[in-house]
């Protein structure tokens, strides 16, 4: 995502007018956070604000771009030929899990809803650095592992679809309204190793003979 400020400037203020965006962004929502809230968060004046940054958008930009960095920090997973690829595949699955219940990543993706039910384009730049970024993990972990023969070649974003929909079913859903809590470390190993049991029904390599 590009990110647009003003003339250089320090970059501690920089740091902390972010920091403030984020925390009220996540907590009070777009429309609740207003230049003059964060500025005040921030130990700022509006003006620095806006020597910092375009403008509200601008900063909303910026600020979730941080948090999906900090909080979905999704890195390639690199197979080879001799690797335990089932571990692997766990391995994948966890960092699939563990970043969609984090608390921030929750509060991200209440944010994303009120944004997309009033049809702020907004919320496609929110999709792009948020959910996107962890789609092409996965699309690059099965692209490797088609090619490495672990796994049938076929359409890759139907594999990913497939396997988001086996991890987070429904109860993803009811976590997001409150009416659940998020799994726990044991229920998320469960979880895991049914997908990918369920995935392999599927796309295991057909047998040589």
Known sequence: MQITVGRPKD???HQQILAAAKALFLTQ?????SMNQIAKQAGVTKLTIYNHFKDKENLFSCAIAATCEESISARPLNLAADCDFKQAFIQVCELALNVVNLPE???????LLELAAEKNPLAR???????????????D???????????????IEKQTDLILSL?????????LLGIRKPPTATE??????????????KYNPTPQY
């Open 167 to 175: 991890l987070l079913g429904v109860r993803h859903h009811e976590v």
């Open 125 to 139: 730049q929110f999709y792009d650095a948020s959910h996107q970024r962890m789609y092409l993990v996965w699309q």
């Open 141 to 155: 972990f099965f692209q490797q592992a088609a090619q490495l023969g672990f796994l049938q070649h076929a359409e």
């Open 188 to 201: 998320k190993h469960q979880i895991i190793l049914d997908s990918i049991e369920l995935f392999l029904l």
């Open 29 to 33: 929502g777009y429309h609740g956070s």
């Open 11 to 13: 970059l501690e203020k």
């Open 105 to 111: 990543a929750l509060k991200l993706e209440h944010l």
